[in-house]
């Protein structure tokens, strides 16, 4: 799908807690070590929360994102925020953010689609500026407190993950832009976290339906192999698939922002995709799997870096639970 408006990134953002964990630190009260955790995946260290919440996050990579932009909160029509881990089940982490920038002419609401939600919101942005002449900005967040989810006595996940927030401010502009979204839910159960499940005052639990996931606990639960599995072949079959419908190839995009799971994966999709290593952006080293926030976080390093530039063709792809799957390719 090639929309006659496509998109521009004015400006990006985004903030990592100042508190970084590398992998020896897990090494001290886990059976693990920082050459398995390197080797196995390429992280080195993250970044964790030390109380700043989701929204905190993400209005410090939202105030970069807008001031790169060189625009007001007012001028902002739409924010979407992507996270797995909010501060409220209602009110919308999008709303509390609109409080804080004085966006007082913007609609706010959330999408969870794990992490593939920034390239899903950078995808419902493309389409509200393509069908809305009154809409000029809209403000795309993702944040993240993966430690608030993680099971730190579980050493084949908790190694994964760090928390961090990453933004971008969109506009309309004629040009190329090509879309793929697709889930998956027959493997809902492969990675999950539960939500609050308390029953009410009046209610017997008679009609109680049999749990398919691990009622005990809220941490993320995940399978790691078929995760693993999934991963990659998610990430070539997007890419191919944005490719297909802009009538590209892989030789034409100048840079793959891909979700920073892990290095293997990134590899062996690349090998699929017989696309080089040195137009991937991999940043997963220093920030782990910090889920929606990790393409945007990847994105404004990217750009703050000198490695993205305008004109360049940009293709995002996100895979995660759900399963789910996206990508977008547009100009820079
Ligand atoms: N340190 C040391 N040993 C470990 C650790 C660890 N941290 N974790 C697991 N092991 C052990 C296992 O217990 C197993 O031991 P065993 O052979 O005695 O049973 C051995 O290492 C191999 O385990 P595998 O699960 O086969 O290891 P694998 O090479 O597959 O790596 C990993 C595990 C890193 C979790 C991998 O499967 C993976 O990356 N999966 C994708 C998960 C993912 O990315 N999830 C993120 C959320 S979704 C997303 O963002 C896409």
Not at 71 to 85: A, E, K, M, R, Y
Not at 301 to 314: F, Q, T
Request: proline share 4%; glycine share 8%.
């Amino acid at each position: 799908m090639v929309f006659l408006t496509g998109i521009r990134i004015a400006g990006t953002g985004r903030y990592v807690p100042p508190l970084t964990v590398d992998n020896n630190a897990f090494a001290a009260f886990l059976d693990t070590s920082d050459e398995w955790i390197r080797s196995r995946t390429g992280i080195v260290t993250r970044h964790i929360s030390d109380g700043e919440p989701s929204w905190y996050m993400g209005l410090q990579a939202a105030r970069q994102a807008l001031e790169a932009a060189g625009i007001s909160g007012q001028q902002l029509g739409l924010i979407i925020d992507t996270t797995v881990t909010p501060d409220y089940v209602t009110p919308a982490t999008a709303c509390v953010i609109q409080r804080e920038l004085g966006a007082v002419n913007a609609m706010a609401f959330d999408v969870n689609s794990a992490c593939t939600g920034f390239v899903c919101g950078v995808d419902m942005a493309a389409r509200y500026l393509a069908t809305d002449p009154e809409l000029s900005y809209v403000l795309v967040v993702s944040n993240e407190n993966l430690s608030r989810i993680t099971d730190f006595s579980d050493r084949s996940s908790c190694i994964l993950f760090g928390d961090g927030a990453g933004a971008c401010v969109l506009e309309k502009k004629q040009g190329l832009y090509s879309a793929y979204m697709m889930a998956d839910g027959t493997g809902v159960t492969s990675l999950y976290a539960n939500a609050n499940r308390r029953l009410s005052l009046f209610s017997k639990g008679e009609h109680a339906v049999p749990e398919e996931t691990d009622p005990q606990g809220d941490f993320l639960r995940q399978e790691g192999r078929a995760v693993y599995r999934f991963a990659t072949e998610a990430m070539p079959r997007a890419v191919q698939q944005v490719l297909d419908k802009a009538g590209m190839t892989a030789a034409e995009i100048d840079l793959l922002i891909p979700h920073q799971a892990n290095l293997r994966i990134i590899e062996t999709a690349a090998k699929k995709l017989q696309f080089p290593m040195e137009r991937i952006m991999v940043d997963l080293d220093k920030y782990g799997n910090t889920s929606s926030a990790s393409i945007p976080i990847a994105l404004d390093e990217a750009v703050r870096s000198g490695r993205l530039n305008r004109g360049d063709r940009v293709c995002l792809v996100g895979f995660g639970a759900g399963l789910t799957m996206g990508a977008v390719l547009f100009e820079y």
